[in-house]
């Protein structure tokens, strides 16, 4: 992706022809101005920088023009050098901004400005931390870093300073090298990783490996027996050979070599626990072709040059790893003896291997998936590869400044640890984020130092303290979203619970004498409460109890559930039907009533019977009859001195008349709920001569008055209704 060829070591102190000589050595690609610029640059640092030294000893000066080198083979552009050769004048110059503005204009301030910022909270890898927490701290430092540049050159720029700063770090204490080679390889390597700057990232990951562990460095170089240039060398030779044979064979390949780092080696030893001897992928060489097909003709040809090694070939193409990652990975014993390993994939498939959000970076490092940070990371490498491709151009500069982690704000506690937060967030989310009883208590805020406003909105690597009170408690101000307090969703949801579980001992006892009403009102006083508590999905009865004193429970949900604990009683017997000495029959509205003439009959109002359910006629006062179901209540209460009104009756033959049923719903409430049952009666040819809604705590309790011609019609509507959307249930009123 990006290419960079370690330069010679640099002698430049305050040289005019030694900074001329280094200037002529960069790439011919640098217009006139350009150059003119970077000398500019140099000649400007050569005076700030007098007598200054790196802190690996060296001279501030050629620390910072060996920088500018890498930058240059990198095919960065010359406000990069610039900003390079410049990076320490902050320390040099109190104006610092004025000057170079006047001089260089507001693009190298921005990113000397960047690499400054990124100086500061370098240092934060080695706050203390628990050793299940470190890991979380310099993924969320990682990640700051990205967030606090607003031009993703900042990053590159800062990736070679530190690579120049390990090469030449020997002449360092070894507290410093220490220091250093942490810091790289705990942030900087990883973010070389991701952007796609193998090179430096190799680099920092050996260099950084030797200061730390520099007896494990010195073992494993010296069971290469090699130098790094004779393994390179080796790749070479491997690659020459193989694209020879492939265009032999009519096979359009891409071939390139993958010479094994220490660092690396390390890594898979310890990861895997092996020892040196059982490595197959010291040497290793990719081969990259059109098609799925030309991957094994690619395959076999690679196993006629050299002999397979058993055990250690693996078909990803066909297995694909859980990633999604495919390729063909197979060990081979190649010139010479050595062990050499074979990569072979089709363009396609490294794409998506290096660029796509399936993230090889992650496997690599071995972190969570993060699918929208995978998804950036990898538009940055893709902005990282077109560079190279056009950077004669200079038409992709503008891609470089990013504003694409700006969803999050990453700030610090005093202590040094990083916390993000949703972007516009403030001091009360930042309270909350780190405990739920420190936000509950915040009176006040500092942000670097300085007493601000509760909803001031924080800024990346800002330093924010909480003020508290001894026995505070959160303000009802915070809920509201127009005054600005709260940003993220989880502090919201915190400052609710407080409120909702306020005055919890009244709540229950009020929701206890609710229930006991209720439960009174249906003879069920002696079923359990924590069966009701269980039914309402409660987990304990106080939180049940609480609930319903709040209000959060209708009256109405607490009679159905007791309704539906309560065992069905067995049907009442029906009450003895009086039969009237004369034998005449009267049909009147399709109901045939024995032993009475022409008499009045009507429909019961409390029970409304359908037919062919079973009914019974009850004589009233004004000797009109009135037809009940026979298990309607009305009749099983009748006092047994009126019990000889009853009248036996029975659903005519030819009974074919209309008779109104009262059906209940219960639904969640929602848009177009009546519309979709209005819909639904008018589908069914139902006429409806009543209705009647009513809505609370987001339930919608409705009942309806139909006329139907039989009990087989009600059974089939109550089960249509059901299946509309949002219904809970609907049953006929009893």
Same mark, same amino acid.
Request: net charge neutral; proline share 5%.
């Given at each position: ?11 430049? %102190? ?44 060296? +001279? ?27 990076? %320490? ?8 901004? &004025?000057? @170079? ?6 693009? !190298?301030? #921005? $990113? ?13 890898? /080695? ?41 030449? $770090? &020997? ?14 390889? *705990? ?16 680099? @920092? ?106 055990? /250690? ?39 998506? *291997?290096? $660029? ?65 937060? +949703? ?24 942000? #670097? ?17 909480? $003020?508290? =009170? ?19 969703? *989880?502090?919201? &949801? ?12 009244? #709540? ?15 003879? =069920? ?7 009701? =508590? ?101 009749? *099983?209460?009748?006092?047994? !001195? ?44 139902? #006429?409806?001569?009543? &209705? ?34 949002? !219904? ?7």
């Amino acid at each position: 992706m990006v290419s960079v060829s370690r330069p010679a070591h640099t002698p430049i %102190a305050n040289d005019p022809q030694a900074l001329t000589a280094w200037i002529a050595s960069l790439p011919s690609r640098f217009s006139p101005h350009e150059l003119a610029q970077i000398r500019q640059a140099g000649e400007l640092a050569a005076t700030l920088y007098r007598e200054k030294c790196a802190i690996n000893s060296s +001279p501030l000066l050629q620390h910072a023009l060996e920088t500018a080198a890498i930058l240059a083979e990198m095919n960065m552009d010359a406000d990069s050098l610039v900003a390079a050769i410049l990076q %320490a004048t902050p320390d040099c110059l109190s104006d610092w901004p &004025a000057e @170079l503005s006047s001089q260089f204009g507001p693009t !190298v301030v #921005n $990113l000397v400005e960047g690499i400054a910022r990124m100086s500061q909270i370098q240092a934060l890898s /080695e706050v203390d931390s628990a050793q299940h927490d470190r890991a979380q701290q310099l993924e969320a430092l990682r990640k700051m870093l990205l967030a606090m540049v607003q031009d993703i050159r900042v990053v590159l720029i800062k990736l070679a300073e530190r690579t120049q700063l390990l090469r030449h $770090l &020997a002449g360092a204490s070894p507290e410093v090298q220490a220091q250093v080679a942490r810091e790289n390889q *705990s942030i900087f390597a990883p973010l070389a990783n991701r952007l796609g700057v193998w090179q430096l990232k190799w680099e @920092l990951e050996d260099l950084s490996l030797r200061y730390l562990e520099p007896q494990l460095y010195k073992e494993v170089a010296k069971m290469l027996d090699e130098r790094r240039v004779d393994r390179e060398q080796y790749i070479a030779d491997v690659v020459a050979q193989l694209q020879h044979e492939l265009t032999l064979a009519g096979v359009k390949a891409e071939v390139s070599g993958r010479p094994k780092h220490i660092s690396s080696i390390v890594k898979k030893m310890k990861s895997k626990h092996l020892q040196f001897n059982q490595l197959y992928d010291v040497r290793a060489v990719r081969i990259m072709v059109d098609d799925i097909k030309d991957c094994y003709t690619a395959l076999g040809l690679v196993h006629h040059l050299w002999q397979p090694i058993p055990g /250690e070939f693996d078909d990803y193409i066909a297995r694909p790893k859980s990633n999604n990652y495919r390729s063909l990975h197979t060990a081979v014993s190649g010139p010479r003896g050595l062990a050499l390993e074979v990569q072979i994939r089709t363009f396609e498939m490294h794409q998506h *291997s290096e $660029l796509g959000v399936a993230a090889h970076w992650r496997y690599k490092e071995g972190a969570k998936s993060d699918a929208r940070f995978d998804e950036k990371i990898a538009w940055l490498r893709q902005i990282l590869s077109w560079k190279d491709d056009v950077a004669d151009h200079g038409d992709l500069l503008e891609q470089f400044n990013s504003e694409l982690f700006q969803d999050k704000v990453y700030v610090l506690t005093p202590q040094g640890k990083v916390i993000d937060l +949703p972007h516009g967030a403030t001091p009360i989310d930042f309270a909350y984020a780190l405990h739920t009883d420190l936000g509950h208590r915040t009176k006040g805020a500092k942000i #670097n130092g300085q007493i601000v406003p509760l909803h001031t909105r924080l800024e990346n690597g800002q330093r924010v303290e909480i $003020l508290t =009170a001894k026995q505070g408690a959160p303000s009802r101000d915070w809920l509201n979203a127009s005054l600005g307090f709260l940003q993220s969703p *989880s502090a919201r &949801a915190k400052v609710r619970h407080w409120f909702k579980y306020q005055h919890f001992d009244e #709540n229950v006892a009020q929701g206890r004498a609710k229930l006991d009403k209720e439960l009174h009102r249906a003879g =069920a006083s002696s079923l359990p409460l924590e069966r009701i =508590a269980q039914k309402l999905q409660f987990q304990k009865l106080e939180d049940c109890l609480a609930a319903i004193g709040r209000g959060d429970i209708s009256e109405h949900q607490i009679a159905i559930t007791i309704q539906g604990e309560i065992a069905p009683a067995e049907p009442a017997p029906a009450p003895p039907l009086v039969k009237r000495p004369t034998a005449s029959q009267v049909n009147h509205a399709g109901v045939t009533i024995e032993g009475i003439g022409n008499v009045q009959t009507t429909m019961a109002r409390c029970c409304k019977p359908v037919s062919p359910e079973p009914i019974v006629g009850y004589l009233t006062r004004n000797h009109s009859v009135t037809i009940h179901r026979q298990a309607c209540t009305f009749i *099983s209460r009748l006092a047994e !001195v009126r019990q000889n009104r009853l009248l036996a009756a029975q659903w005519g033959n030819s009974q074919s008349g209309l008779s109104e049923v009262d059906i209940v719903l219960e639904a969640n409430d929602r848009q177009g709920l009546l519309r979709d049952i209005s819909e639904l009666f008018a589908r069914e040819k139902i #006429n409806t001569t009543k &209705a009647n809604t009513l809505s609370r705590n987001h339930v919608a309790l409705m009942q309806f008055t139909v006329e139907l011609t039989d009990i087989d019609q009600l059974q089939h509507l109550l089960l249509r209704l059901q299946q509309v959307p949002g !219904v809970i249930s609907a049953q006929r009123k009893t």
